[in-house]
């Protein structure tokens, strides 16, 4: 059983740089549209969110169905939402801005939605910082746990940061901002043992 689990962790990893790889091909041929450095930017924003919806989902997901070796992905999925995170600043940083410290500085204090943004990237840096299994020992389960709960405020005010960043049309956030809300939902129903009522009822041993 273990000699077929070990392709599915990296085909996992290719899946998950694909978006990255596809983007890499827009801009090589010029398939970004008239903004392509805006194009860029929100892309990797995109994919940061729901990477982080998608790692918010596995534990819902394996409770629900069973699922108990999508837990193995959990970790590779925030780190990858880390990534493109980072990725996604780095394009503000670097291809916006120029390295323009003073300009992004004026920015992050005066536009609220890149306030936002920055705020949770900076909830995420410890995360990924703690994401070894050297750190998880470090730590002790019960304190790491504790930390990695700030996934929580940093999937939200990410959210945030979309709707405040789109001008017109707020469908979109508003879906991620919806999916968010089921999963935080879920979550919340389980520590307060809400699945108990639809769970079936045990019958008696005879």
């Not at 740089?17 to 805006?38: R, V």
């Not at 990924?128 to 470090?138: C, F, K």
């Not at 389960?141 to 504790?146: A, H, S, V, Y």
Request: glycine share 6%; charged share 15%.
């Amino acid at each position: 059983m273990a000699a077929r689990r070990l392709p599915i962790k990296p085909a996992v990893f290719v899946l998950c740089l694909l978006p990255l790889a596809y983007l890499g091909w827009q801009a090589g041929t010029d398939a970004l549209g008239a903004n392509p450095i805006e194009a860029i930017n929100r892309r990797l924003g995109d994919w940061a969110l729901r990477f982080l919806l998608i790692g918010l989902a596995v534990t819902p997901l394996r409770k629900a169905f069973g699922w108990a070796e999508l837990a193995r992905y959990r970790r590779m999925l925030g780190l990858f939402a880390f990534f493109y995170a980072v990725l996604h600043v780095t394009s503000y940083v670097v291809l916006d801005q120029f390295f323009a410290w003073g300009e992004i500085w004026a920015d992050i204090v005066k536009r609220k939605y890149i306030t936002f943004g920055m705020v949770a990237l900076l909830l995420l840096v410890p995360l990924a910082a703690t994401s070894t299994n050297a750190m998880i020992r470090r730590l002790g389960g019960l304190r790491w746990r504790r930390l990695h709960k700030l996934v929580y405020p940093a999937a939200a005010i990410a959210c945030l940061h979309f709707f405040l960043m789109v001008k017109a049309d707020i469908r979109e956030p508003l879906v991620y901002a919806s999916i968010l809300a089921v999963l935080l939902g879920y979550r919340l129903a389980l520590a307060r043992g809400w699945n108990r009522l639809w769970a079936p009822a045990r019958q008696p041993m005879r």
